[in-house]
């Protein structure tokens, strides 16, 4: 499932680290960035490649919020509606994109291409509001930057 | 204060880049590092008076000195950037503007601590500044400031291995002890101590967890000397530090100033006062899990760990949170529980379910259907998980609901009749 240069970057990680277990994480977001989100699949996947149990992975995957186990939009747009945020208009922020595309937290368009989450804080408070789309931060927002973001992502599909 | 030169994050342009760290005198202070004994790094370093910058304001000096000596297990520094405490986005800019600083630091530290590798530890949410610092450390190699080459560089025998180790998005793995558990890639429940990291931390070896704040201010304790830093800011918490002043102001942002600086100074200052000139209702003085202090109890408060304790709080991460006259406390607290809810690693009791309890009991009060006592029932409930878990998370999520509603009760009295 992994290229050959992946698998060098899989060997790279590796190195960091007296244990295999370590390099799990790693993986993981590489197995996401690659294939959008975390099967079950992937997981019998990478704990092969690793030789490490399966549960294991398992265990790292349910713990943390940035791996998914099901498909999410193809832009994931992570709204921060913690305190820093909602001082600052985070309730604009997902209204705008509920007028903009029609979804709000937890739901995905129908063209699976935009999907909305509440995020926690992602130490972005002296720009707030903001929200990350993939790995990309969008500070200071406004209801004019927030349609023409969408507009763009959109023009891109 | 506008005599202060900022020396975290200067203003050199493109200081991110390795040639423009080197020339402004960078990877000079690992070599003079070098040319003394590892326990006079540690002892001036102690001299300095630095504090940690991650939350609990511990001597730096003295954590270090815990580290043993034997060389019997290999030692392990982790440096934690999972910055992830609300309110708090201070770290980001010295991945973003000064990594060199930061690694440089790592150096430093590393031989003083005799360690052979550091980890440095940033929250995946981070992913461009996880690039910007892996660029910045792969720089620093190709130079032979790091690893087997470094050897040869400063003509030393020591030498140590510095990775990026990238988060996957939990507040709890800011925990020292649960960052460690991050990075052996088992699920991250904080650990019990003692045993302490820097007896049994990192696959069972000696560690020493140090904020990237905190090991940003090493080199320019070893350039300059202890008696320099210890005569910045705050007497018994010394040093510049990175403010980060979010909410209702005009001018948010991270500012590099002194310790001990007047709260009310900073937001009216620094940070450009309340829009509309509102009076301030609460400032929470160190990220979210600080005890809450009201606007009419602010005059003469200094930003520094001494000051802070005194009126009742703390400096935690230095990230100042404020809110007008005009803000819902209700909904504040609502927002912070639903955060330690969320981020309760489920380990302990108290907190993996007191958390659901709390958070409840305030969707009962913001649908109109609370009464006082139910206020009475969050402190109690409070007091319940407060020193009651593994780990201080435990407090985190007990200390913004309890301290309110002892500071503010006649708010969240007159917000129930909503």
Known sequence: ?157 | MSEYQPVILPDIPDLDRIDVYEQHGGYQHIRKSLGMAPDDVIGIVKESGLRGRGGAAFPTGLKWSFMPTDGEKPNYLCVNGDESEPGSFKDRQIFEFNPHLMIEGILIAGYALRIKAAYIYIRGEYEKWVQMVEKAVADAYAKGYVGEKMKETFGTDFSCEIYVHRGAGAYICGEESSLMNSIEGIRPYPRVKPPFPAQVGLWGCPTTINNVETIANVPLIIERGADWYKNIGAEKHPGPILYGISGHVNKPGVYELPTGMLLTELIHDVAGGVPGDKKIKMVIPGGSSMPPLRGDQLEGVRMDAESLKEIGSAIGTAGIMVMDEDTDLTRILTRITHFYKVESCGQCTPCREGTGWMLKVFHRLLDGEGEPKDLDLLHSVAKNIEGNTVCALGDAAAWPVKFTIERFRDELEAELSR
């Open chain 1, 1 to 157: 499932m992994f290229s050959e240069e992946e698998l060098k970057q899989v060997e790279e990680l590796k190195s960091h680290y007296p244990t295999n277990l370590s390099a799990v994480m790693g993986v993981l977001h590489m197995y996401q960035d690659k294939y959008g989100h975390i099967s079950d699949e992937g997981i019998t996947y990478v704990a092969n490649l690793l030789e490490v149990p399966e549960e294991n992975v398992l265990g790292v995957v349910t713990f943390y919020e940035m791996y998914h186990q099901h498909k999410t939009g193809k832009y994931k747009l992570q709204v921060c509606t913690n305190v820093s945020c909602m001082l600052r208009g985070s309730d604009m922020v997902l209204q705008t994109i509920k007028d903009k595309i029609g979804i709000g937290i937890g739901e995905m368009t129908d063209d699976g291409l935009f999907s909305v989450h509440e995020a926690e804080c992602l130490g972005s408070c002296g720009t707030a509001p903001m929200m990350s789309v993939n790995k990309d931060y969008h500070e200071n927002l406004t209801p004019e930057t927030i349609n023409e973001l969408i507009d763009a992502l959109k023009a891109k599909g």
